[in-house]
């Protein structure tokens, strides 16, 4: 080897931190051949897709979008909390999220399987139902992929995206904006923990927050309505809101406060762990609302159009000290800091 | 599960019979919204890419490209034959050349890593070092992707790329028309057996062939030649010139007769296996020259024009009696068959 291998290791530096040093690595390069020449890059690596202007065939000008997202067994997922069915959804539902989040639609998707051969294929077969479903329901096709043999089965899949404005970045946002989210927070979570807690419980709020963790709905139409309503800045809650609300101002420059109790919490959440709902709401990933902020006066007249759970979460804070952008306070009814162990995770942590 | 598992695993049907049930799945399927109707699919499931038509910024109409492709430690690469620089280079470089064969250029890419937690930072960035320098040397744009954590190494390319004619195809074969390759054959394999069985030999053809199978080049400016030439049906030689015509015989519902004496051997192939070079040449995958087939006076003028090792391999003939369509005969210099072991290879096969 002509080169010297150092002494970190990806555990030592954690998932974001090999995305760091390999975004410094290729933003802004790759040179043009005339396809590049032709589409220019509009959004380059950071954001939750990356985006190129095209033109439609009405001859106006398009945002495509691009953005891919994998599920391995084991650290994704395991095959008793989630079924086959439930999976398919979810691998493609979390790049739709990505998509929504950019104020774009979902069109073309390829699937990636890393599939052990001993995997039954009527399950296989169960989880493309599950993809399918999704693709009907919000109007995307499955056009191809790859499967290959591997001894860890892993789903991977690339989304292609449209949007007629322009895209929703993280970048956008500023001291004095309201922060809100497009819907109820830690859902999802719940009904993880309820499956790995206490799988056999019944009744209504298990049933709910089962299904929420099972097949979580990409917020499109909250993306359509943000980016139709004048905001600039999104993303969407995919490892909790204190987490990604911090990306999210790293992104910006700037910092940020949350209302503990503004936090919109499902009553069937609320009545299901009356005494630990906030963690979940606060920490809990997968939810796929989306995460916006804007001017008071541009944010508040979109909540009721928003439907259930949206809510105004916080404020916009100027960056604290040198180095201090991306920090997210939590605060109770009285103003007082919270200390949380929660917030979303890094799968690589110790 | 409210479905019957069957009594079938991924190991009895192989990687493409499990593509093949999928496919009927996902053919056809997916519904319109406003981003699919803006963006017609041209080529679905089936072919070396999905396509579909954009507008150039200039109004003309646009095909844009879609594949993605996976490499897996141990199954597709070993650490000991592969260095990680050149692995980086082979793992966009095999989507890179499916877009060639479409008559494509590569524009984006998205690069997922799964990683264990003990991979070395180092080795990733040495890695995306080789991605690089295929980015600048195709004029592509590495512009994000996904790390995950994964018990296994993995790496999955997506790639967006444009074609400004019509897309070249594997269903256009005819009976009568001669089928071509754009460039050596066997060379990539020839590496890869030296590098497994004696990995320090030495010399001026043994650095060719490792090479070869290190640093494989993509065809993309004979894609370009071979669309501007009339040809219309095309695919890449990653399986092997047997097993991938026969995928394209199968795609256009014909058979094809390959003269054995006719497949170009590049001379240090030959010297470094006097022996042993047809099978690697007939067999041997991950060449990535292209494989094209159309009438005898639009194919020969065009092998001067494709460069070293571009040349006339065989015939397409008609389909075999029923179901006998994909059949691949090959020929000695007195036209009598020849029976092979190798041809491709199934990594699901027994």
């Given at each position: 080897?002509?080169?010297?291998?150092g002494?970190?290791?990806?555990?030592?530096?954690?998932?974001?931190?090999?995305?760091?040093?390999?975004?410094?690595?290729?933003?802004?390069?790759?040179?043009?051949?005339?396809?590049?020449?032709?589409?220019?890059?509009?959004?380059?690596?950071?954001?939750?897709?990356?985006?190129?202007?095209?033109?439609?065939?009405?001859?106006?000008?398009?945002?495509?979008?691009?953005?891919?997202?994998?599920?391995?067994?084991?650290?994704?997922?395991?095959?008793?909390?989630?079924?086959?069915?439930?999976?398919?959804?979810?691998?493609?539902?979390?790049?739709?999220?990505?998509?929504?989040?950019?104020?774009?639609?979902?069109?073309?998707?390829?699937i990636?399987?890393?599939?052990?051969?001993?995997?039954?294929?009527?399950?296989?077969?169960?989880?493309?139902?599950?993809?399918?479903?999704?693709?009907?329901?919000?109007?995307?096709?499955?056009?191809?992929?790859?499967?290959?043999?591997?001894?860890?089965?892993?789903?991977?899949?690339?989304?292609?995206?449209?949007?007629?404005?322009?895209?929703?970045?993280?970048?956008?946002?500023?001291?004095?904006?309201?922060?809100?989210?497009?819907?109820?927070?830690?859902?999802?979570?719940?009904?993880?923990?309820?499956?790995?807690?206490?799988?056999?419980?019944?009744?209504?709020?298990?049933?709910?927050?089962?299904?929420?963790?099972?097949?979580?709905?990409?917020?499109?139409?909250?993306?359509?309505?943000?980016?139709?309503?004048?905001?600039?800045?999104?993303?969407?809650?995919?490892?909790?809101?204190?987490?990604?609300?911090?990306?999210?101002?790293?992104?910006?420059?700037?910092?940020?406060?949350?209302?503990?109790?503004?936090?919109?919490?499902?009553?069937?959440?609320r009545?299901?762990?009356?005494?630990?709902f906030?963690?979940?709401?606060?920490?809990?990933?997968?939810?796929?609302?989306?995460?916006?902020?804007?001017?008071?006066?541009?944010?508040?007249?979109?909540?009721?159009?928003l439907?259930?759970?949206s809510?105004?979460?916080?404020?916009?804070?100027?960056?604290?000290?040198?180095?201090?952008?991306?920090?997210?306070?939590?605060?109770?009814?009285?103003?007082?800091?919270?200390?949380?162990?929660?917030?979303?995770w890094d799968?690589?942590?110790?």
């Amino acid at each position: 080897m002509g080169y010297n291998r150092g002494v970190m290791m990806v555990r030592d530096v954690g998932e974001f931190g090999v995305i760091e040093r390999l975004n410094r690595m290729v933003t802004g390069r790759g040179a043009g051949n005339d396809a590049v020449r032709a589409f220019p890059l509009l959004v380059d690596t950071g954001d939750d897709t990356a985006v190129w202007q095209v033109g439609g065939l009405g001859g106006e000008r398009v945002n495509e979008l691009f953005t891919t997202d994998t599920m391995v067994e084991g650290v994704h997922f395991t095959r008793s909390t989630t079924p086959w069915r439930e999976l398919g959804w979810k691998a493609v539902a979390a790049n739709v999220s990505d998509v929504a989040s950019m104020g774009g639609l979902p069109s073309y998707a390829l699937i990636t399987l890393g599939l052990p051969p001993d995997t039954w294929v009527a399950d296989i077969e169960e989880m493309y139902r599950g993809m399918l479903e999704l693709g009907e329901e919000y109007g995307l096709a499955v056009v191809g992929g790859d499967i290959v043999r591997s001894p860890v089965f892993f789903v991977t899949t690339a989304l292609a995206g449209v949007a007629w404005r322009p895209p929703l970045l993280r970048s956008g946002a500023r001291p004095g904006d309201a922060v809100a989210v497009s819907g109820w927070l830690g859902s999802s979570a719940g009904g993880l923990r309820l499956l790995l807690e206490c799988p056999d419980v019944a009744g209504e709020a298990a049933d709910f927050l089962r299904d929420a963790h099972r097949r979580p709905a990409p917020a499109v139409r909250a993306g359509q309505l943000l980016s139709q309503g004048g905001i600039v800045t999104a993303m969407d809650v995919s490892d909790g809101l204190v987490d990604d609300l911090g990306k999210l101002c790293g992104a910006s420059g700037v910092s940020a406060r949350v209302y503990a109790d503004a936090a919109p919490v499902h009553p069937l959440l609320r009545r299901q762990f009356p005494d630990g709902f906030l963690p979940l709401a606060l920490g809990g990933g997968e939810d796929y609302v989306l995460l916006f902020t804007g001017p008071p006066e541009v944010v508040e007249p979109l909540i009721p159009q928003l439907g259930e759970g949206s809510a105004v979460v916080g404020v916009i804070t100027p960056p604290e000290g040198a180095g201090g952008t991306g920090r997210v306070a939590v605060v109770d009814g009285a103003g007082r800091e919270l200390s949380l162990s929660g917030g979303g995770w890094d799968h690589f942590g110790g």
